[in-house]
């Protein structure tokens, strides 16, 4: 089990003009799975999952607990049953007859992991997750985490912010950056409205 990290954010601008408030996390093997497998294996019903780049968002919700996670030549694959995804997380060696180069090796892996939370145009939090990046700097997942703003059952808009939704965000600043008092930052705007 990784150490708390310092938690200090880098402010980011998307190019959306979006502002994130960006915490490294520790990019090593152990500590991405050790995340990953609790954010599936405890709060899969809770989150929303898959890549968001320019163009294209993947909002997936599970409709079941992982029926399997494991490790397996750098890739941690997490199934649904039939459907499933891999993220290359560790050491991705190859087969003996097709071995990685050390560059597609370095290419695959999660070089960084963060979490981050999303500004709005008033430049408070209005979004809270998780986003893991290969050796391209591409993005290889994101993992959006309860919304106080969102219905999780329907997705719509809340008339009032829930903020028991914040609980995995606090869980997570306690877990990898020793916090635990829940930030007042993180409970200051008043609606939802995107950047």
């Known amino acids: ?41 405890n709060h899969w019903c809770d989150i929303v999952f898959g890549p968001i780049i320019q163009g294209a968002a993947w909002e997936i919700h599970a409709d079941r607990a992982p029926t399997r996670i494991g490790l397996l030549d750098g890739y941690l694959t997490v199934a649904f049953g039939l459907t499933h995804f891999h993220v290359c997380i560790g050491e991705n060696k190859g087969s003996r007859a097709r071995p990685t180069s050390p560059e597609l090796a370095k290419l695959r892996r999660t070089s960084r992991a963060e979490l981050y939370r999303r500004r709005n145009v ?64 993180d409970r200051a705007a008043s609606r939802f409205e995107h950047a």
Request: glycine share 6%; net charge negative.
């Open 122 to 185: 008033s430049c408070v939090p209005v979004s809270w997750g998780l986003q893991l990046f290969n050796g391209a700097g591409e993005q290889q997942i994101s993992v959006l985490l309860p919304n106080p703003f969102l219905d999780p059952a329907t997705d719509k808009v809340l008339k009032e912010p829930d903020w028991s939704r914040l609980a995995l965000w606090d869980k997570l600043r306690a877990r990898w950056f020793g916090l635990h008092e829940p930030d007042p930052g």
């Open 1 to 41: 089990m990784s150490q708390p990290v310092e938690f200090t954010p880098t402010r980011v601008v998307e190019p959306d003009g979006a502002v994130l408030d960006v915490f490294s996390l520790p990019a090593d093997a152990a500590s991405l799975e050790e995340l990953l497998r609790d954010l599936f294996e």
